[in-house]
């Protein structure tokens, strides 16, 4: 398959979402009151009246929009008028999309395992930290190169990035990411998603190509190697342009430890980036590429 074959046409899911401090605010007030029905990307106002939810002229039983647990989230899909919490059991794993607040973006959580930082931070607050250490801006050609819940591509459109190439090797999380209205945006037509595998799609794309990369995988385990190899990291070179910079996260060093830290730089520097210094606040090492062409022997 080419790489225009793995395009991946984006359509997120219309709706009104639930989290557990939406719904206690709903059984708790009375009348008509504006309140968040998106996770706190907008206000829309609702009437509540004997156990039920009026919106327009769609009305929603309180009762059938409480989360089973108190970090989910149920949505009501406004095309079919299907009610579920946004969650998946496939032989994968456990993929949720998890509540963090009644006005934050909410992380997306895989078996267990958080896909953004949540402790002293938020999945915005974090993305925006990345975002900022290689200064995304105006005519940017940003790599993400693992989509997740779309927020990098997102923030980077926001921050005026021309186009972003963003690559996501699961089908679980883009549907979930459908259904989270923060990630709406990733329909943009400056947002270009490919399902598949990264380490494997970029050796399509062109050389000196992306003015900043985003490099944000999951964490190291066996099967997520092959993001953290010396193979991956000169590809990742290859495709910078001379003086483009590169934002890798690591997580925190004291968790993750420092011999994968040291690995990491080591590589970077062994596949011809310039490692600038760690990032402590969107924690990751920041690099550049210096030369032209491609990565060192």
Known sequence: MTLEEHLYAFHPVRGFWFTWHIVEELIN???????????????????????NLLVGDIEIKLKDVIPSEDDRVVIYELETGRIYEVLRHTSRGFYKLKSVGARTAPTLEISGIHMHRITGT??????????????????????????GLGYTAIASVKSNANVVYTFEIDENVLWIAERNPWSSMLSSDRVRIYHGDVTTLI???????????IHDPPRFTRSTGDLYSLEFYRELYRVLKRGGMLFHYTGEPRIHGPSILKGIKDRLSRAGFRVLGFDREAM???????????SAP
């Open 122 to 147: 938020d999945p915005w607050r974090d993305t925006l930290a990345k975002i900022r250490s290689v200064r995304v801006t105006s005519g940017d050609i940003v790599l993400d190169t693992c989509t």
């Open 203 to 213: 050796k399509r794309l062109p050389d000196n190509y992306f003015t900043k990369v």
């Open 29 to 51: 007030k009375s009348g008509c009151f504006e309140t968040t029905l998106d996770i706190g990307l907008s206000d829309i106002k609702v009437c509540t009246h004997g156990g």
């Open 284 to 294: 990751g090492f920041i690099a550049v590429k210096i030369e032209w062409g491609r």
